[in-house]
């Protein structure tokens, strides 16, 4: 028989693999994650070409990089989590935009979605850390 305590400390674990989806546009993301009680919280204050990398004017963006798939970063917090969602806008098969490719709980560095393992570019699921 399980104790209150493990159950309840079982209740109150957030479910990370399943606040988002494989290439969904990070406004759609944005806004459930909000509407569920996610803030932006960027963990750097992104320059205006971060911006235009990015192409959108969401408050969570803290950074983009200017090589490979252009992957931007959008932290978002809800205590006593932190969340950083990865996207990017080159993303064959998809329409232009940015589109969610992984996410991670950064409290204790598990990830989902998509990784990229080595320096070839393919987008291959997370494994577990």
């Known amino acids: 028989m399980l104790s209150p305590l493990v159950l309840l400390a079982g209740a109150g674990r957030l479910e990370f693999s399943s606040l988002l989806r ?4 990070i406004g759609t993301a ?3 994650l909000q509407a569920s009680g996610w803030r932006p919280s960027p963990q750097r204050q992104p320059d205006d070409l971060d911006r235009q990398r990015a192409g959108n004017r969401l408050a969570s963006l803290s ?3 200017g090589a490979g798939l252009g992957y931007c ?3 978002y917090s809800q205590a006593p989590y932190s969340l950083s969602v990865i996207t990017t806008n080159d993303w064959p098969g998809y329409d232009p935009g940015a589109r969610v490719v992984r996410w991670s709980d950064e409290t204790d560095g598990r990830l989902w979605g998509l990784c990229q393992p080595d320096g070839a570019g393919q987008l291959v699921p997370c494994q577990p850390r």
Do not use: F, H, K, L
């Open 22 to 25: 494989v290439g969904e546009p």
């Open 30 to 32: 944005d806004q459930r």
């Open 63 to 65: 950074a983009c990089s």
């Open 73 to 75: 970063r959008y932290d």
